[in-house]
């Protein structure tokens, strides 16, 4: 179960964690999880991307999944919810900017509600919120984005 979800969910969650994939960069061969990633991506009804902010932009990680989902990309039409985390004061919002501009030159629909965490070593320990404030918001942009992809699908 994936925290934010309701325990009644009838949602099924893939976590893909880039550390357990074999990524390639575009025009190298050999063996890789990107056929797997995209398969995941075309089946779901919308993504979440969450990234640090790294050097003022996303990591290099989220740059390398987005450039393995295929030309056009799978995220093509996919309502996708952006989450930014920093050990600084300001949220990562220039990451999430960064992202929201390359999520919709590949066609996704980005949700235009965002998660920005900032300090987030303050607030995060072991994988779990520790800030009941922060686990609130979590959890109502969870909400608003499951309500957003339905409303997505229906149309």
């Known amino acids: 179960m994936i925290e934010g979800l309701p325990k009644d969910s009838k949602f099924q969650v893939s ?3 880039p550390a357990e994939q074999i990524l390639l960069f575009p025009g190298h061969q050999g063996h890789s999880s990107a056929e797997e990633i995209k398969r995941t991506v075309l ?5 979440i991307l969450a990234t ?3 050097l003022g932009t996303f990591s ?7 450039e393995n989902l295929g030309d056009p990309s799978v995220l093509q039409g996919k309502p996708v919810l952006l989450i930014g985390v920093t050990s600084g004061n300001f949220g990562a919002v220039t990451a999430i900017e960064h992202l929201t501009s390359v999520c919709l030159h590949l066609g996704a629909i980005v949700f235009p509600k965002f998660i920005y ?8 320990a072991d994988g779990q ?3 009941a404030e922060i686990e609130k918001r ?3 942009t969870f909400q ?7 409303t997505i699908k229906e149309n």
């Open 117 to 124: 965490i900032s300090r987030v070593a303050e607030f995060f």
């Open 15 to 17: 976590v893909i964690d």
């Open 52 to 54: 640090p902010e790294y």
């Open 60 to 66: 290099s990680v989220m740059k390398l999944i987005l």
């Open 43 to 47: 089946e779901s009804s919308g993504v």
């Open 144 to 150: 608003q984005f499951i309500t957003f992809t339905q």
């Open 138 to 140: 979590i959890h109502s």
């Open 129 to 131: 919120c520790q800030d």
